[in-house]
Each structure stands twice: as C-alpha cells, then as structure tokens.
C-alpha cells in the first residue's frame, strides 16, 4: 500500500515535471528528505523565454483528493503557515490518474484569504485545469501578483524559526536562478540560520564554488555572473567557521558528502588556515571536542606544509592529543607529511 502510494505520488511530479517542461518553464524538484511542504520549483516562461516568476509546487497525486461534487482538496497536513508566509508563492497541483489532468490553486493566496485556517484542506476546482491556454493565462497571472514583494519576505523568513526558516533557504536558492544577489543574501545570514537550515545552506552555497562531486545539469549549474558576485564573499570569520563545523555531522565527511561541501566553501578564503586555527579554540569550549579536532584536521589539510602546521596546533592546543582521533592524525601526518580527507 505504502509503497502504491508513493508510485502515484511519482507519477503525479513526473506529470508536473513533464508539463511544465513541456512549455519552456524550468522545472527543479526539491529533495524529499526535508519536508518544507514544497515539492518543486518552476521559473515559469512566456513567448520570450524564462522569466522573473518562480512559484513553488505542492503536487498531489491519485483519485483519493478529488471530492464527492467532482472537485478536489488539498490537505493542509500542518503547513498553513508556510504557505501563508512563503517568500515565494505556493500552488496547489492535483493530478487525477484516471484523466489525466492537472488542476491548480494559489495555496499561499488561499490561506492569506483564510488567515485564521490552520488544518483542513484547501478547495481546488475541477475546472482549473492546467493546458497551453491556462499555463500563460490565469495561471501567470497569478504568479504575478507576488512580483512586488522585493526582498522582506525572504529575510523576515530567514530570521524565523523552523520550519519557515529552511524553506526560506531553498526559496533563496530558486530565486538566485534570475538574481543572484539571493544567494549572497543567504551566505550573509550563516550566523542566524539553525542547524538544519545551516546544513541546507553549505549544500546550496557549495554549488558556486568548485565542487568536484556534483552531477551538473541546467537547474544546479551556477551563473558566472553568480559566482563573480559570491565567490568573493566566501571569506569567512573564525566564528562562522565554527559555527557551520558545529552543523556538520562528524560522521558527515568524505567524497559527496556535507563535510566536503563545507571543504569547498573554505577553498576561496587565502587566510582559512589562520582563521581555522581560530576556530579550533572556539570550539575547544564545546563539551564535546570533537568539532575541534575537525577544524584542526581542515587546517592541516588547507595547508603548505602539513608537519610544521601540526607542530604550531600541537604547541597552541596541547588539549587536542587527549583525543584519540588527533592523535592517529598527528600520527599520519609526522609519518608522510600528508593527510587527506578524500
């Protein structure tokens, strides 16, 4: 049953994807292990090409969200607020298997309508189909209707808690697609983003910098204009260093994983050995010194010369050899001069 569900649920995003793809619009489906009740973004197009307007996509799928009068119903499930506050506007997406067809609603303009609605479900017509002559019509135009918004929305949410916070990342990133400047405002905010929403962010940040283990395509691929405007900022402070060893896993690191997306954040910073040095004490005065011992093995490995970098960390943190981790790196590197990561 489980696993029918998830089939149908498949189809429904496929037939989105397909859809929306079909028209010219750019179409990037979100990881499904954060659940920030959006499961898509689109750069919707006119005659011209991709334009300046994104909408987010909840996409239901199967006969189970259609009604008793013919119509359909998307349930709420917890994230009325998202919706209601989203930097970038939410659309319903119903797909019926037995037709075929795609139905819409504004679900952020819905729940702005209903500001007191918190469970339930939100109503979709059975007449508001998705076709070439809706898609540019009443669809676009409603699209539209958010375009004035600027930036406030975005940093209001960034400064939030969970759950609107991490979808505020991800809105950060669908929209540097046409301005980049989104992604510079999201590298500005390291130090008040929790740790999960951290974690999403050193991911996304890490796509502008040279990351040897990403699968390139047309919805991941960075402007270079993007990256002239980020890549200068990737200098980072000793405590923002920290802070985003802090959202890591230990366990996270290696070839593709969050650990060497962190790893190539520090790639454009020419004084990141220094001021992970500084890191390590920080993060020393953490009860478990295990982030610590991160921040130093990075240090070694962003440097020249690896033995005499161990020897400056050694003297300046005598602490960090009651680690039994440390140590089998002090080992390696006083053996072959080099440590490395991947």
């Known amino acids: 049953m489980v696993q029918s569900r998830h089939i149908t649920s498949r189809e429904g995003v496929n037939a989105a994807h397909s859809f929306f793809e079909h028209h010219g619009c750019t179409f990037q489906e979100i990881d499904q292990q954060q659940d920030i009740g959006k499961d898509a973004y689109v750069d919707l197009a006119d ?130 697609r046409s301005e980049p400047k989104y992604l510079l405002l999201l590298r500005r905010f390291i130090m008040d983003l929790a740790p999960e929403a951290l974690r999403r962010t050193i991911w996304l940040l890490s796509h502008v910098g040279s990351h040897p283990n990403i699968f390139w395509t047309k919805d991941n691929w960075i402007k270079p204009e993007a990256e002239g405007l980020l890549l200068p900022s990737f200098r980072w402070s000793p405590e923002e260093l920290a802070t985003m060893l802090r959202a890591v896993p230990h366990g996270d690191y290696g070839r593709g994983t969050l650990g060497e997306c962190l790893d190539v954040l520090l790639y454009e910073d020419p004084n990141i050995v220094v001021k992970l040095n500084i890191s390590v004490k920080l993060l020393l005065k953490d009860p478990d010194p295990t982030q610590a011992v991160r921040a130093a093995s990075l240090a070694l490995t962003h440097s020249r010369d690896q033995q005499q970098e161990l020897a400056r960390l050694i003297k300046a943190y005598p602490a960090l050899l009651q680690h039994e981790w440390f140590q089998d790196i002090a080992a390696s590197v006083n053996a072959s001069g080099k440590l490395s990561l991947y």
Not at 64 to 86: C, E, F, K, M, Q
Not at 96 to 120: C, I, K, M, S
Request: hydrophobic content about 40%; aromatic content about 8%.
């Open 47 to 176: 005659h011209r090409g991709i334009t300046p307007l994104c909408v987010a996509l909840q996409i239901k799928a199967g006969s189970s969200y259609r009604t008793s009068n013919g119509d359909y119903a998307i349930p709420v499930d917890g994230h009325a607020d998202l919706w209601r506050r989203s930097t970038i506007p939410v659309f319903g997406i119903v797909h019926d298997p037995d037709d075929g067809l795609l139905r819409w609603v504004d679900l952020t303009g819905y729940l702005r309508a209903h500001p007191d609605q918190e469970g339930g479900s939100v109503p979709v017509s059975g007449r508001h189909t998705l076709n070439a002559m809706t898609l540019p019509g009443s669809f676009i135009n409603a699209a539209r209707a958010y375009v004035t918004r600027g930036t406030t929305d975005l940093v209001l949410n960034l400064l939030s808690a969970d759950p609107l916070q991490t979808a505020a990342v991800y809105d950060a990133w669908a929209l540097s």
